[in-house]
């Protein structure tokens, strides 16, 4: 049966991964880009003297964009938030800080100055309005390495490639080799000629040739990984020395593997390089959001305890310390996570509370391991990046800065879900053991040695987080909209409330939308 283009390129993507599937699309000429319309921030005009008082729910990065834009206009701004720092789940640990979770564990960070983890975001796409945020504030920006050929992909298991560190280049080139070369035969042999017209089948191979370093025709457009793609058993060098490529895995050994499933991340469209951090540490931003707002608005250990709509406003009560305190205003803006802006007593409709209510928190997990050797440049050449396994760990982020530095902070785990829920359940002392166990069967021994601190966060046991982010049952079944028009004089905002759920942008552009909305209605009375 004839199958049409979306289907062939569907069996692509089954088969070699979404990098794949893009990449022919892209020579067949099938890709396209849509962009983010641009923000209007409200002004001091449209306000014409209008003054109203807006409280705000938590000094996450919703929280502080919403506060920093109405303050643009003009409006009074107060924000309420129950920990003692900005930021919310952007949090950056350094040596002093001390944190209890709701399971009664206690750390003290003892990292060494200047040594420090992100210990929620830690990368921003360069398309993200979190970079102009940066640039209008001042937060000084450096590369995050996303992507290093020279990192590794690991799996535990039972296949040849199993139990053993592979760099990324060479599975790579295997990968896209085999795939390049089976797509480039069965297009050669005509059992494409049903979804590709001659001139398609022409560009494909064409395209093939180069993205998987394959054969020609005469050669049965056979991988051979002769180009050193893959890496070197030795490498060129000076005089007559060529270097030597090692022969690719077996073909069916690289699929059984599972090696390849990792690569589409690189083209996900918040996963693609260029990628940024703020020097320093991604906490540079809500400080700077503070200090652009004004500490004087921001009232810390303030946890919100009723929140109400009146005839007049709105009403928040929030216990400060051993006192409880009510702060009246026009509006409010609650940032809070939805599942616990829906456990506050208030008299918001029921169907606002189901709508909060909907949200499913995600757990991650992750922990930081200062080494007082930088290992992994020096014995593995490894700088920056990450190294990805069907661990338990997951994700092991090499650091992007200090390089060639005494001491270095590796993020030893990066996990979610499952995952992070059997580190979230052990001590952090046992967690620090669990994870160097498992990073030295990728590294070795030395994964293990040298170690100077460490500090692990699980978020769903992190007070007025408890959870890393939300997920939605559905966003287009009407009960997430209901949360994005104002119920009476409180409007919501949080990355929740977008289609970039988990980033910073995300709180941004919804923080945008409420401010927007807001300012509209003020405006127009």
Same mark, same amino acid.
């Given at each position: 049966m004839a199958q049409t283009r979306r289907q062939f390129l569907q069996q692509v993507g089954i088969t070699g991964g979404a990098g794949v599937m893009y990449s022919t699309m892209?020579?067949?000429?099938?890709?396209? !880009?849509?962009?983010?319309?641009?923000?209007?921030?409200?002004?001091?005009? /449209?306000?014409?003297?209008?003054?109203?008082?807006? !409280?705000?729910?938590?000094?996450? =990065?919703?929280?502080?964009?919403?506060?920093? /834009?109405?303050?643009?206009?003009?409006?009074?701004?107060?924000?309420?938030?129950?920990?003692?720092?900005?930021?919310?789940?952007?949090?950056?640990?350094?040596?002093?800080?001390?944190?209890? &979770?709701?399971?009664?564990?206690?750390?003290?960070?003892?990292?060494?100055?200047?040594?420090?983890?992100?210990?929620?975001?830690?990368?921003?796409?360069?398309?993200?309005?979190?970079? *102009?945020?940066?640039? /209008?504030?001042?937060?000084? =920006?450096?590369?995050?390495?996303?992507?290093?050929?020279?990192?590794?992909?690991?799996?535990? +298991?039972?296949?040849?490639?199993?139990?053993?560190?592979?760099?990324?280049?060479?599975?790579?080139? &295997? !990968? %896209?080799?085999?795939?390049?070369?089976?797509?480039?035969?069965?297009?050669?042999?005509?059992?494409?000629?049903?979804?590709?017209?001659?001139? *398609?089948?022409?560009?494909?191979?064409?395209?093939?040739?180069?993205?998987?370093?394959?054969?020609?025709?005469?050669?049965?457009?056979?991988?051979?990984?002769?180009?050193?793609?893959?890496? %070197? /058993?030795?490498?060129?060098?000076?005089?007559?020395? +060529?270097?030597?490529?090692?022969?690719? %895995?077996?073909?069916? *050994?690289?699929?059984? $593997?599972?090696? +390849?499933?990792?690569? $589409?991340?690189?083209?996900?469209? &918040?996963?693609?390089?260029?990628?940024?951090?703020? $020097?320093?540490?991604?906490?540079?931003?809500?400080?700077?959001?503070?200090k652009a707002i004004g500490q004087e608005k921001i009232q810390y250990g303030a946890e919100v305890t009723g929140l109400r709509n009146t005839t007049a406003g709105v009403e928040v009560t929030y216990r400060s310390g051993t006192r409880t305190r009510i702060i009246s205003a026009d509006y409010a803006i609650c940032t809070l996570p939805p599942h616990l802006a829906a456990k506050v007593p208030s008299n918001l409709p029921t169907p606002i509370i189901e709508a909060l209510k909907y949200a499913r928190p995600t757990n991650a997990g992750k922990i930081g391991i200062e080494y007082g050797r930088r290992w992994w440049e020096e014995d593995h050449r490894i700088y920056g990046g990450i190294t990805n396994s069907n661990l338990d760990t997951v994700n092991t982020w090499y650091p992007s800065t200090g390089f060639h530095g005494k001491r270095g902070t590796v993020i030893g785990y990066y996990n979610t879900g499952a995952n992070a829920n059997v580190y979230g359940a052990l001590t952090p002392a046992a967690r620090l053991e669990r994870a160097l166990m498992q990073g030295t069967k990728i590294h070795g021994d030395v994964y293990g040695k040298d170690v100077k601190a460490s500090f692990s966060v699980n978020w769903l046991g992190t007070k007025y987080s408890e959870g890393a982010w939300v997920g939605w049952p559905s966003q287009t079944d009407g009960i997430y909209a209901r949360l994005l028009d104002a119920t009476g004089n409180i409007y919501f905002a949080g990355d929740h409330l977008s289609h970039a759920i988990a980033w910073q942008h995300g709180a941004m552009v919804s923080a945008r939308a409420a401010v927007t909305a807001l300012h509209s209605r003020v405006t127009s009375r």
């Open positions: 892209s020579a067949l000429g099938l890709t396209g !880009v849509a962009e983010t319309p641009a923000y209007a921030a409200p002004s001091r005009v /449209e306000l014409n003297g209008r003054g109203k008082h807006i !409280v705000i729910l938590g000094a996450g =990065i919703a929280g502080l964009t919403s506060a920093y /834009e109405l303050l643009k206009a003009g409006y009074k701004v107060t924000l309420l938030e129950a920990r003692n720092r900005p930021g919310g789940r952007n949090w950056t640990v350094r040596g002093g800080t001390v944190e209890t &979770d709701l399971a009664g564990n206690t750390q003290r960070a003892t990292f060494s100055p200047g040594q420090y983890m992100n210990a929620g975001p830690a990368r921003l796409p360069q398309h993200h309005v979190t970079l *102009d945020y940066c640039r /209008e504030l001042g937060v000084a =920006i450096e590369p995050f390495v996303n992507q290093n050929a020279d990192a590794y992909l690991y799996r535990e +298991g039972t296949t040849a490639l199993s139990n053993k560190p592979i760099r990324h280049r060479t599975a790579k080139a &295997d !990968v %896209y080799g085999y795939v390049a070369e089976m797509l480039a035969k069965a297009t050669d042999q005509g059992a494409l000629d049903g979804q590709l017209t001659g001139t *398609d089948k022409q560009a494909l191979i064409g395209f093939l040739s180069s993205f998987g370093s394959i054969g020609n025709k005469a050669a049965g457009f056979a991988y051979t990984g002769a180009d050193g793609r893959r890496g %070197y /058993e030795i490498e060129p060098g000076a005089g007559m020395e +060529g270097g030597t490529t090692a022969a690719p %895995y077996a073909l069916s *050994d690289v699929f059984a $593997s599972g090696v +390849g499933n990792y690569f $589409s991340f690189e083209f996900g469209w &918040d996963q693609a390089m260029m990628m940024f951090q703020p $020097s320093g540490g991604m906490d540079r931003i809500p400080y700077a959001f503070e």
